[in-house]
T-cell receptor, first 116, second 119 residues
Framework: AQKITQTQPGMFVQEKEAVTLDCTYD???????LFWYKQPSSGEMIFLIY??????QNATEGRYSLNFQKARKSANLVISASQLGDSAMYFC?????????????FGSGTRLSIRP | GAVVSQHPSRVICKSGTSVKIECRSL??????MFWYRQFPKQSLMLMAT?????????EQGVEKDKFLINHASLTLSTLTVTSAHPEDSSFYIC???????????????FGDGTRLSIL
């Protein structure tokens, strides 16, 4: 069964510093997709970035990049030049390609707090 | 694009009331929508997968008769919490995805969620 692990329940980072949020996953499938979502205190889930298991390059979206290490089964999110608005919960997620409806499973999340 | 609208955003009602939550894909068609429940400071727990024109698929441990799901069109799914009790109080959030089920790179697009409080 697929599993997503986020080992950092909470992190504090100084504004303008870079931050890495850890995510490891477990799957026996060769084809899968990895996602990161941001959830502010207001509750909405905001899609940040995607990495496919066959993608040769690490995904990047603006200040977000994904450090994908397939052999280690890790997909860490890197946020460069952190801003106060980055304070939120961050969830790593994986798509199960062989589920009947292509479900996404979520990790337990990391609460990121940016200090001014 | 890919906007999902969820209503209401907050509900406070008495025990025994049934509450309906709507999830609409505004600018795309969604053959599949998902309903999640989230307790404070916890992750999202998938409750069920809503399929247009057919019965929903519930996750293990989720009561079908308690959480009624209807997906009557390609843009609307509803979750009805029947005879709600205080233990049903939670944050409920829906999502929808574009593309086919085999498009790994299609993210799920989420509504803004509904905070349900049962007194």
């Amino acid at each position: 069964a697929q599993k997503i692990t986020q080992t950092q329940p909470g992190m504090f980072v100084q504004e303008k510093e870079a931050v890495t949020l850890d995510c490891t996953y477990d799957t026996s499938d060769q084809s899968y997709g990895l996602f990161w979502y941001k959830q502010p205190s207001s509750g909405e889930m905001i899609f940040l970035i995607y990495q496919g298991s066959y993608d040769e390059q690490n995904a990047t979206e603006g200040r977000y990049s994904l450090n994908f290490q397939k052999a280690r089964k890790s997909a860490n999110l890197v946020i460069s030049a952190s801003q106060l608005g980055d304070s939120a919960m961050y969830f790593c997620a994986m798509r199960d390609p062989y589920s009947s409806a292509s479900k996404i499973i979520f990790g337990s999340g990391t609460r990121l707090s940016i200090r001014p | 694009g890919a906007v999902v609208s969820q209503h209401p955003s907050r509900v406070i009602c008495k025990s025994g009331t049934s509450v309906k939550i709507e999830c609409r894909s505004l600018d795309f068609q969604a053959t599949t929508m998902f309903w999640y429940r989230q307790f404070p400071k916890q992750s999202l727990m998938l409750m069920a997968t809503s399929n247009e024109g057919s019965k929903a698929t519930y996750e293990q441990g989720v009561e079908k008769d308690k959480f009624l799901i209807n997906h009557a069109s390609l843009t609307l799914s509803t979750l009805t919490v029947t005879s709600a009790h205080p233990e049903d109080s939670s944050f409920y959030i829906c999502s929808a995805q574009t593309g086919t089920e085999f498009n790994l790179n299609q993210p799920q697009h989420f509504g803004d969620g509904t905070r349900l409080s049962i007194l």
